[in-house]
């Protein structure tokens, strides 16, 4: 059978190598491995994926989806920018800091790269070039930014991980906060060094009481965006909703704000952003029911113990081990999305998790910063090429800005994730007590 699992996952990586769509990649791969293994019915698999896909847990993800979808259309989105402008645009490099700090707020109620990538970068790439930018180094920052979105609360990479391993959602939330406070200095650090030899133009600063007057306007335009991912966590951590009922209170709250009160979008612009959803979620449901068919068969065959065999045959070393658990994870981020990834790793390494004594916690935030670095890192980089897209530029003048994010910025970021527990563990641990 061992060969069987082996051409099954070569197919799988084929695949997602040539650009098939990923469900259709586990879906082919849960049919080879079920023509060629022995798994009796199809009936067993099919609710086995069916009863997953219907869990109630998931449900939070097209909710935020909706949320982020009307963010960025109703206006709420570009008065945040405007007020994250307003504090630190008129410093060098200030847009760049903007990018950073919008994308990580945006990412609060989105929870998802792709969403921060569109909305982001479609109004800050052009603000940013008109001001001097680089149109390369601009597409790069909004792209390795966006990765925020996995680890800053509510994610919903994190809610598939919490509802994948059976960790508590909130907890796995708040496991990758701190590593993503570290990235947001980082990356503001290394975009006033990258900005500097360019021809920026920025805004004369301000006399301290007209600037005053100037943060409050913004900020009193912005406020109800502000409210609205504090609205959220306050109900998941104060123990009034859980996840998955905030993400309900995060579309109620926007549509009146979006259509009613800024009035930026109408009930046809409504209508036209839950069908986009709708179509998300629908590839998201048929990729969870495919995966977790893929994940149970792989399960039936003992891959999991059978990967823990290959990487304690290398070394027993845990160092080793958790630097090969972090290449794993990684590699999986550069072919496929976070959730394919998320539905399809978690399985497989937690009998690797548990050996090593790794609370599964901890480990929420190690899968997410190395799946978040995998989605940047050439050559395959989805979120890269999305950024190219959205910023209209060739991938090739966004490679050199997005390496010394990833080695000065990113890869330290996962080193000290992995290797001190207490970054990940102390806010749980502090907030949810345990």
């Known amino acids: 059978?061992?060969?069987?699992?082996?051409?099954?996952?070569?197919?799988?990586?084929?695949?997602?190598?040539?650009?098939?769509?990923?469900?259709?990649?586990?879906?082919?791969?849960?049919?080879?491995?079920?023509?060629?293994?022995?798994?009796?019915?199809?009936?067993?698999?099919?609710?086995?994926?069916?009863?997953?896909?219907?869990?109630?847990?998931?449900?939070?993800?097209?909710?935020?989806?909706?949320?982020?979808?009307?963010?960025?259309?109703?206006?709420?989105?570009?008065?945040?920018?405007?007020?994250?402008?307003?504090?630190?645009?008129?410093?060098?490099g200030g847009l760049g800091i903007v990018v950073v700090l919008t994308t990580a707020v945006f990412g609060a109620i989105s929870g998802m790269a792709s969403s921060a990538v569109a909305a982001i970068g479609s109004t800050m790439i052009p603000r940013m070039v008109e001001r001097g930018y680089d149109r390369g180094y601009a597409a790069s920052l909004v792209a390795c930014s966006a990765v925020l979105a996995l680890m800053i609360p509510p994610s919903a990479s994190m809610i598939l991980y919490g509802w994948v391993s059976g960790t508590s959602i909130t907890a796995a939330f708040l496991a990758p906060v701190l590593p993503a406070l570290i990235l947001i200095v980082l990356f503001c650090f290394w975009n006033w060094v990258l900005t500097k030899r360019m021809p920026l133009h920025t805004e004369a600063p301000l006399p301290a009481e007209q600037w005053v007057k100037h943060v409050a306007q913004r900020g009193r335009r912005a406020g109800l965006g502000l409210l609205m991912?504090?609205?959220?966590?306050?109900?998941?951590?104060?123990?009034?909703?859980?996840?998955?009922?905030?993400?309900?209170?995060?579309?109620?709250?926007?549509v009146p704000v979006s259509v009613l009160i800024y009035r930026e979008l109408g009930w046809k612009g409504l209508y036209t952003q839950l069908w986009k959803a709708g179509q998300v979620t629908g590839v998201l449901l048929i990729l969870v029911f495919f995966a977790s068919m893929l994940a149970r068969m792989f399960t039936m065959q003992s891959v999991p113990q059978l990967l823990l065999v290959g990487f304690t045959t290398v070394s027993d070393n845990p160092i080793i081990l958790l630097l090969m658990i972090n290449a794993f994870l990684m590699l999986i981020g550069m072919f496929m999305d976070d959730a394919s990834g998320i539905l399809l790793a978690t399985p497989m390494l937690m009998p690797i998790v548990h050996k090593l004594g790794i609370d599964p916690v901890h480990f929420a935030a190690i899968i997410a910063t190395n799946l978040g670095m995998g989605l940047i890192t050439p050559p395959t980089a989805p979120i890269l090429y999305l950024g190219a897209l959205v910023g209209k530029t060739p991938l090739s003048g966004m490679l050199k800005p997005t390496m010394v994010f990833l080695l000065f910025a990113y890869l330290p970021v996962v080193l000290l994730t992995t290797f001190f527990p207490a970054l990940s563990l102390t806010l749980p641990r502090l907030l949810l007590g345990g």
């Open 229 to 254: 991912p504090i609205i959220i966590l306050g109900c998941i951590y104060g123990g009034i909703t859980t996840p998955t009922e905030a993400a309900a209170i995060a579309v109620v709250y926007a």
């Open 1 to 92: 059978m061992n060969w069987i699992i082996l051409l099954d996952a070569v197919l799988l990586a084929l695949l997602l190598v040539i650009g098939v769509p990923v469900p259709l990649c586990f879906a082919a791969a849960v049919l080879l491995l079920f023509l060629l293994g022995d798994f009796g019915s199809a009936s067993f698999l099919v609710s086995a994926g069916f009863s997953q896909a219907s869990s109630v847990v998931l449900l939070a993800i097209p909710l935020y989806i909706i949320a982020g979808n009307i963010m960025s259309q109703g206006g709420i989105a570009t008065r945040l920018v405007d007020f994250a402008e307003s504090i630190v645009g008129r410093f060098r």
